[in-house]
């Protein structure tokens, strides 16, 4: 039984600790449904001022929701809009402060000010993207960065 541990520290203290939790869930478990399904509520219960976790995974054409924590979302993502498809084009991690400024942005939550997308990558193929938004302006920075990443490349070890 997992039992969700209060995070303490500063910022990168607390993103080692949300990966040590992340790897115990994942731990034994090669699904990316129930891996992305778990990550996506441990890191939306995890990390203050969110308003929406989870993945898209990406289907050959164009992204398609996984699994996620928040409002509802849009199901599908064409790969030339918006800061998952632009994660996912240019394989690169995108932290956004205004999304409302970037062009392209799909506004499946209107409440979302700020946005980070990593991209899941495997021996060179796109598996998806991991998208974490929240309705502060500026919420993420190089610290929420390295520790996102950090869990999407877990993520991905996991799958074997």
């Known amino acids: 039984m997992f039992a969700a541990t209060p995070l303490t520290g500063n910022k990168p203290e607390q993103y080692s600790q949300l990966l040590e939790q992340a790897r115990g869930l994942m731990s034994g478990e090669r699904d990316r449904i129930a ?4 990550l996506a509520a441990l890191l ?6 969110l308003n929406w ?3 898209y995974f990406f289907d050959g054409t164009e992204l398609v929701v996984g699994p996620f924590q928040g409002l509802p979302a849009c199901v599908r993502i064409p790969m030339d809009r918006g800061v998952c498809g632009a994660a996912a084009r240019e394989r690169t991690t995108q932290r956004v402060d205004d999304v ?4 392209g942005h799909i506004a499946c939550d ?3 000010r700020s946005e980070i997308v990593v991209p899941l990558v495997r021996g060179g193929a796109l598996i998806g993207v991991l998208d974490i938004d929240s309705p502060l ?24």
């Open 53 to 55: 976790a989870g993945f």
């Open 100 to 103: 409302h400024a970037f062009p």
């Open 137 to 160: 302006p500026s919420r993420f920075d190089a610290d929420d960065q390295r520790g996102v990443e950090a869990i999407a490349a877990a993520f991905v070890e996991a799958m074997g």
């Open 35 to 38: 891996n992305a399904a778990n």
């Open 110 to 112: 209107a409440a979302s």
């Open 44 to 49: 939306y219960h995890g990390l203050p001022d």
